[in-house]
């Protein structure tokens, strides 16, 4: 279906949280607007975001939680070595309680906000998940007039005097291309994680990666930006979703509810490395980038689990709470019955043994023996000499059968590749905007970030879209 009109005072490229926020946004400034999305169906990654960043919205003031934004963002500078832009992180950080508070009056309902493992307490779980937040805004960008169109893509901008004036789009499933005129186009494409090429600029050992999307995040944006001068900024991060299965066989998307994927990597018993050495504190995982990174680190990785450690997680509880999620079950109440099923399948990543040395045969793990016993002595004395984890966390490896459940590392949203402004406005390589055109959301915020998402500050990627989108289309106007 083609867009109704031949021009639009907006032409947004990309229906997910940040394209939505910017359509209910441009429709409240009484902007002719247009969403493009390749899909059949709009919404994105939105659909799967937890929660949303702010600093002193409504919540916070009512659950009596002050957060000081100057001592946040020297926080935030830090964790990012100072890559991170400071004047637009702390636009970011001033304007987003009252996103979230605009949120709310538009419908999104927000269940509570809190602290999500070890990091400040910002983020806004929403209730029922960001579906529901995307049908929300969905509803009030149609009910305000916004256009949308699905299954048509934008293969490239168009420029006169260097100002960016339209869009060439091609319906997708028939090739046929139109062209649109547009006072302002704003790229809201969700970054690249889904484009493999993209991804191996930013990650060397990156065949362990696995995109944890919903498949149309394939860097459209910046190269439609890249087309028309816009600066190659840089890729920004690649939000790590922490361990995740290693399955070559089917989508990662198939295991995000797995009990057994979150006691292998959420529990912190046993990590091991392709000899079968331990190499890191398992409790890394409450900052999900850095338990990536540490996977990274080894040719393979397998967490190790004994049927004590079963046993306890199914019909006893967590030895921790799920650390990067605001919601924690009290209980893997499936866990043995996954664990059943998968071995009935043969499914590769799962390796049981009645022996610690059989399993070591079985996966190759020469030193897994040995790196057990000197485990099991670390639990006994309750303090982790050799990596330092909370002793609270140490658990012991005694009762057959043993498990091995192999680990890569999810990719949930890959972050930057452009330079906005403080307007979100795009940049050139000389810093100066290319007129008319901004991006928003992933295609951006490699702005707020160094060599990882900012984990410490929960809910930063949704809470950026929103900002983004509606900071963009704010500052067009003003700029009229």
Known sequence: MWPKAKQYDLVIVGGGLSGLVAAVSAREQQLSTLVLEKGRSIGGDGNYVEGAMGVDSYLQKAAGIDINPTELLQDELAYSHYEANAPHLKKYIDASGGVIDWLHNLGVKFAKVGPQGKSWSTIHTIAGGGHAAVQTLYANATQAGAEFVTSVSAQRLQQHDGHVTGVVIMDENTGQTHEIAAKNVLLATGGYVDNPDLVKTRVADNHRLMA?????????????????????????????????????????????????????????????NERGERFVNEDVNDNMCHAGSAILTQARTFSILDQAAVDHLTNVGLYKEVGNSPIS?????????????????????????????????????????????????????????????AADYLTGLHQGPFYGVELGVGMACALGGLRVDNQNAVLNDHGYPVPGLYAVGNDAAGMLVGDTYAVTLPGSTAGYAAFSGRNAVLSMVNAS
């Open 212 to 272: 944890v999307s919903d498949g149309k995040s394939t860097g459209d944006g910046m190269q439609l930006a890249w087309q028309v001068g816009a600066k190659h900024y840089s890729m920004g991060a690649i939000q790590y979703g922490g361990g995740a299965i290693y399955d070559k066989t089917q989508p990662p998307f198939v295991h995000m509810a797995s009990q057994l994927a979150a006691a292998a990597t959420q529990e912190a018993i046993l990590w091991v």
């Open 329 to 389: 079950p009290e209980k893997f109440d499936q866990l043995t019955s996954e664990i059943d099923d998968t071995l009935k399948q043969h499914a590769k990543y799962l390796t049981s043994a009645a022996t610690l040395a059989e399993l070591a045969e079985k996966l190759n793990l020469p030193a897994l023996p040995a790196t057990v016993a000197r485990y099991n002595d670390i639990v006994a004395h309750g303090q982790d000499a050799d990596f330092g984890k």
